[in-house]
């Protein structure tokens, strides 16, 4: 039953420079000279700065607990290339906050309750290389997720929602083309957008001793998602980049059992160990857009898994097995 405050902060800078010499040839032409060099390389470099914060309090009571908290976060992103003088400059402000409580209705019951509220702000500015305009991307977005989980006994309903953004990786944007192979040429797409992705999430869970099982239902809708894209002309020279789709949904309902075992055995001083864990999915995954090809637009399928951990202690010796 006590207060509980809380103030972090960080910052990390990292950077990266490949200063592999080019052939200074039109990159669009199969001409002797690109080939003169034993490693084509566009000579690129990249820096990443983030600057982060988080402050909180709470305080933490099985009847009656709540928690405040506000994070912040600003990242810089530069990269470019000293071959067709391309530059992608990022900048991001990232507000995440979290509102949330339990109540415990009676001894063996638990509800708990979150919302976080949140803001995204992100700005994108492209220079293919040094003959076009540059090009400028900006958006503001809010981030909201939350989620309720009720527990009585031994069983647990969960239900969440969250909105996550993928931004694309600046060799996705860059547009330099890699053709060191000609029949295989690779290049990236400078007018690529972030993926939003809508996640709903419906989880029932059953623990009794050493035993568990769960009950999983999930949907995902993302908006403008990035998928690489491969053409091959009528010479068999294929080409791939990277292009957003109009939009993918997936649908999971999964069932997944488990237990673990374990065992002192004095006459040995040691002991033994076992977990185990098996589960089934079901899925089905919908992208109705042209650059997907008329098979995999709708596509359905099954996967199961076994997994499992062991170990065996005797004395100071330990052995531990995996699966």
């Known amino acids: 039953n006590e207060k509980h405050y809380m103030l972090t902060g960080g910052f990390n800078i990292s950077g990266h420079h490949n200063l592999n010499d080019v052939s200074q040839s039109d990159s669009a032409n199969h ?3 690109m ?11 990249s820096a990443t700065s983030s600057f982060t914060t988080l402050g909180m309090i709470s305080k933490r009571d099985r009847d009656l607990g709540w ?19 391309s530059r992608f400059n990022n900048r991001s402000f990232v507000m995440h906050n979290v509102i949330g409580m339990n ?10 309750l979150r919302f976080n509220p949140g803001l995204r702000s ?4 492209s220079t293919a290389n040094d003959t076009v305009p540059t090009m400028h991307y900006r958006y503001n977005n ?7 989980k009720y527990e009585i006994g031994d069983h647990e309903i969960r239900l969440s929602y969250n909105r996550d953004i993928d931004r694309p990786e600046w060799q996705q944007l860059n547009p330099y083309v890699d053709n060191r192979d000609p029949l295989n040429i690779r290049t990236g797409n400078p007018d690529l957008k972030p993926t939003f992705t809508d996640k709903y999430h419906l989880r029932y869970e059953y623990n009794h001793q050493s035993l568990y099982a769960a009950f999983d239902l999930e949907k995902d809708i993302a908006r403008d998602p990035i998928s690489s894209f491969t053409t091959v002309d009528s010479a068999g020279v294929s080409t791939r980049t990277y292009v957003n789709l109009n939009k993918r949904v997936k649908d999971n309902a999964g ?10 055995i004095p006459s040995i001083k040691g002991n033994f160990n076992l977990n185990a864990e098996a589960g089934m999915d079901l899925y089905r995954q919908q992208s109705n857009d042209p650059h997907v090809s008329l098979d995999y637009r709708d596509v359905t399928g099954f996967s199961s898994h076994f997994k499992m951990w062991s170990s065996v202690k005797i004395g100071f010796f330990s052995l531990i097995v995996n699966g």
């Open 255 to 264: 069932l997944d059992l488990g237990g673990t075992y374990f065992r002192n």
């Open 67 to 85: 928690v405040a908290a506000m994070g912040m976060s600003y990242t810089f992103q530069n990269t470019g290339d000293a071959y067709q003088h």
């Open 35 to 45: 080939y003169q060099q034993d490693r084509l390389s566009t000579n690129y470099h």
């Open 103 to 112: 109540y415990a209705p009676g001894e063996k019951q638990q509800i708990t």
């Open 31 to 33: 001409s002797p000279e």
């Open 122 to 125: 992100y700005t994108q500015i």
């Open 142 to 148: 809010f981030i909201p997720a939350a989620s309720a």
